[in-house]
């Protein structure tokens, strides 16, 4: 249990263990290999640790999050789908969803910081436009864990935590007066400074294969992997990490060995990487995000708006397309806002985060234009929601401003 490796993909080295983000020879990803090839789930474990068989971690916390795989008959019905599982990480008690954050970006959170606890410690720093920060937040503030979080000043208001901090000192908030990639190109002036360490996004392997807790339990769940995933994406991790544990499910041969056809959703009119996949080319910049601050300001979920995805690198996003097949969305905001009410209307009035209505309405637009069929499996990953019931049952904490600074500016910590 806990015993691994890192690999380089692009080099093939076996890396030395220590919270190491990236290859030194090559550039490109760093993949987990895992000891234990067949999948235990161990429920006696705390939430998504039932997974720690593949998990880059030998330890645990102290959490009921995990990602939650059911049928949703009405949603089946409505679509036609007879064979369709939503994975819902968010908070949604009907369901047994009990992510405090209302977010999956605490499959990642969870992980990290037990990793970085088992080598040496460290002060992260954390990018975010809203929900990684958040659920960095609440690491800190439940366990401990000093973060230092940078996001756009729009973000500020996305930044809670449910439970006062442990340490008030453990959480620093910084705002940028800009948008997500001024609050990326901040965190890592930040970061390298003596003393922090970047949280590493893409690159690191807790985060990916926290992530890819939620196509094990579907898996788990079903019986066998799904025909097809959908999901919003940002910067595309989620894709990956879906990738990753789908090749390891294989690799496991109790659940199929075709793996899941990926339909990715970015949210119009900020589609970059739908517009390279679609032409199978790299991202260009002048091409596929000519006037990309404007079009961020407008789309109705800013947290899709990453500006350097891991798209063309070794094992990144275009690799994973070409591997697993599928295709890339783009949602505008009136098709995600009815996908939206769609689903809360047929799921006892659960809010989902704008993301994951980017991914339904990607999921209704497969339909119509006949990508999936009726009887096709389907997984469909909602990577937030609930946020009105969290505000209900648990109330939320504002995580307050350490200091405000312009998009070039540097924060005195």
């Known amino acids: 249990?806990?015993?691994?490796?890192?690999?380089?993909?692009?080099?093939?080295?076996?890396?030395?263990?220590?919270?190491?983000?990236?290859?030194?020879?090559?550039?490109?990803?760093?993949?987990t290999e895992y000891a234990v090839q067949q999948l235990t789930v161990r429920q006696e474990l705390p939430g998504m640790f039932r997974y720690l068989d593949w998990l880059p971690v030998r330890g645990t916390l102290s959490t009921r999050?995990?990602?939650?795989?059911?049928?949703?008959?009405?949603?089946?019905?409505?679509?036609?789908?007879?064979?369709?599982?939503?994975?819902?990480?968010?908070?949604?008690p009907e369901r047994e969803c009990f992510v405090p954050t209302g977010s999956f970006k605490e499959l990642e959170a969870l992980p990290t910081v037990v990793r970085l606890a088992e080598n040496g410690g460290g002060v992260l720093v954390v990018a975010s436009a809203g929900n990684t920060g958040r659920a960095f937040a609440h690491m800190a503030a439940e366990f401990g864990t000093p973060v230092i979080i940078v996001v756009p000043e729009s973000s500020?208001?996305?930044?809670?935590?449910?439970?006062?901090?442990i340490d008030p000192d453990a959480i620093k908030l910084i705002t940028i007066r800009g948008d997500y990639a001024d609050a990326i190109a901040a965190a890592d002036r930040i970061a390298a400074s003596p003393g922090y360490l970047s949280e590493g996004g893409a690159k690191n392997v807790a985060r990916r294969d926290g992530m890819g807790t939620v196509l094990l339990d579907a898996a788990v769940t079903i019986g066998r992997m799904p025909d097809h995933y959908f999901q919003a994406i940002g910067s595309g991790t989620g894709g990956i990490a879906a990738w990753e544990a789908a090749m390891r499910l294989a690799a496991d041969g109790r659940f199929g060995f075709e793996v899941p056809r990926l339909h990715l959703a970015q949210n119009l009119p900020f589609v970059p990487m739908v517009n390279a996949w679609k032409e199978r080319r790299d991202l260009l910049l002048d091409r596929d995000m000519p006037n990309a601050?404007?079009?961020?300001?407008v789309v109705s979920a800013p947290v899709l708006t990453n500006r350097s995805p891991p798209y063309s690198v070794p094992g990144g996003v275009f690799e994973a397309m070409m591997f697993c097949g599928g295709d890339m969305w783009a949602i505008d905001n009136a098709a995600a806002k009815e996908a939206g009410r769609l689903f809360s209307g047929v799921e006892n009035g659960i809010d989902l985060d704008p993301a994951a209505a980017v991914a339904t309405a990607a999921l209704i637009s497969a339909i119509e234009t006949?990508?999936?069929?009726?009887q096709d499996t389907i997984t469909l990953n909602i990577t937030g929601g609930g946020y009105a019931r969290v505000r209900e049952d648990l109330g939320i904490i504002p995580v307050p401003v350490t200091a405000a600074v312009t998009a070039n500016g540097i924060p005195r910590l």
């Open 1 to 31: 249990m806990g015993e691994y490796l890192l690999r380089c993909v692009a080099g093939g080295e076996v890396l030395p263990e220590h919270y190491t983000l990236s290859c030194k020879e090559h550039s490109g990803l760093i993949r």
């Open 65 to 92: 999050t995990r990602p939650m795989t059911f049928q949703s008959k009405e949603l089946c019905r409505e679509l036609g789908l007879p064979n369709l599982w939503v994975t819902f990480t968010g908070y949604y």
């Open 156 to 165: 500020a208001k996305s930044l809670w935590t449910v439970i006062e901090p």
């Open 293 to 297: 601050v404007e079009a961020v300001s």
């Open 370 to 374: 006949g990508a999936i069929a009726p």
